[in-house]
C-alpha cells in the first residue's frame, strides 16, 4: 500500500540487526513511557516518500508521541559500503494520541505526513500489545524481515525453492505455515510445509 519511491540506483544488503528511533516521549531504552494522556493510542501515519525520519522529527518538537522502528542496512556503492538507518515500514511512523484530541489535526498538518491510516469512520487505532512487539524486535536487535500481511487462507504463490511457481493456499497449524495444493476434480488436497518469505500473496502478484 502506498510503495515509496525508488531509491538512487545502488546495491543493498540489509542485515535486519535492528536500529531505533523513538518519540521525544519515550526514553531511550524503548520501554513506552506509562504516563500517555488518558484516551490515547497508537495510530499509523503515512508519509510522503522517505519523510518518515523528518516528520517524527518535527512530531518531536510538538512533543508528540511517536515511534519509528529503524533497521540497519549496509549500501554497497562502486567505491564504498556505509551501514544507514532506515525505516522498518517504509512510509509509515506511530503516533501516540487521543483522535479526538487537537493533536490529530497537529499531526495531519506537520509536514511529510499525509493522513493517519484508517477507513469511512476515521482513523483506526492499533493494539498495544503489537507496537510492543515489535519495540521488543528493535530493543532486542534481533533479526527480522518485513513480509507482507498473510492470512489463514490466503491464495498464496511460491517464489522460490523447489516449490517455486505452485500456487495454493495457505494454511497454518500453530507455529507451522503449510500450503494447501487442491486438486478439485478429485476432491483431494495435498498439504506441504512452506516458509512464509518464501510465498507471496496471490493478489499482491496481480495488483
Known amino acids: 500500500m502506498y510503495p515509496p519511491g525508488a531509491s538512487r540506483?545502488?546495491?543493498?544488503?540489509?542485515?535486519?540487526?535492528?536500529?531505533?528511533r523513538i518519540g521525544a516521549l519515550e526514553n531511550a531504552a524503548g520501554t513506552a513511557?506509562?504516563?500517555?494522556p488518558s484516551g490515547s493510542h497508537w495510530?499509523?501515519?503515512?508519509?510522503?516518500?522517505?519523510?518518515?525520519?523528518?516528520?517524527?522529527?518535527?512530531?518531536?518538537?510538538?512533543?508528540i508521541p511517536n515511534f519509528l522502528p529503524l533497521q540497519?542496512?549496509?549500501?554497497?556503492?562502486?567505491?564504498?559500503?556505509?551501514?544507514v538507518q532506515l525505516p522498518l515500514f517504509a512510509g509509515y511512523l506511530f503516533?501516540?494520541?487521543d483522535?479526538?484530541?487537537?493533536?490529530?489535526l497537529r499531526i495531519l498538518k506537520t509536514p511529510g505526513i499525509v493522513g493517519l491510516i484508517g477507513n469511512h469512520t476515521g482513523p483506526l487505532p492499533i493494539p498495544d500489545e503489537q507496537i510492543d512487539a515489535v519495540r521488543s524486535v528493535v530493543t532486542r536487535r534481533i533479526d527480522c524481515a518485513v513480509l507482507p500481511l498473510l492470512q489463514e487462507g490466503d491464495p498464496v504463490r511460491v517464489v522460490r525453492g523447489p516449490l517455486a511457481g505452485i500456487e495454493g493456499k495457505l494454511i497454518r497449524t500453530n507455529a507451522t505455515s503449510r500450503l494447501a495444493i487442491s486438486i478439485a476434480l478429485i476432491g483431494k488436497s495435498l498439504s506441504v510445509s512452506v516458509m512464509l518469505a518464501d510465498v507471496e500473496s496471490l493478489s499482491t502478484a496481480v495488483a
Do not use: C
Not at 540506483?9 to 531505533?20: I, L, P, Y
Not at 540497519?72 to 551501514?83: F, G
Not at 483522535?99 to 490529530?104: A, G, K, Q
Open 43 to 63: 495510530f499509523a501515519a503515512w508519509t510522503r516518500s522517505r519523510q518518515e525520519k523528518a516528520a517524527a522529527a518535527l512530531l518531536d518538537k510538538l512533543e
Open 33 to 36: 513511557s506509562t504516563h500517555y
Open 95 to 97: 503516533v501516540r494520541i
Open 99 to 104: 483522535p479526538l484530541h487537537e493533536n490529530r
Open 9 to 20: 540506483r545502488n546495491t543493498a544488503q540489509t542485515d535486519f540487526t535492528s536500529g531505533m
Open 72 to 83: 540497519s542496512v549496509i549500501r554497497q556503492w562502486s567505491d564504498r559500503k556505509q551501514t
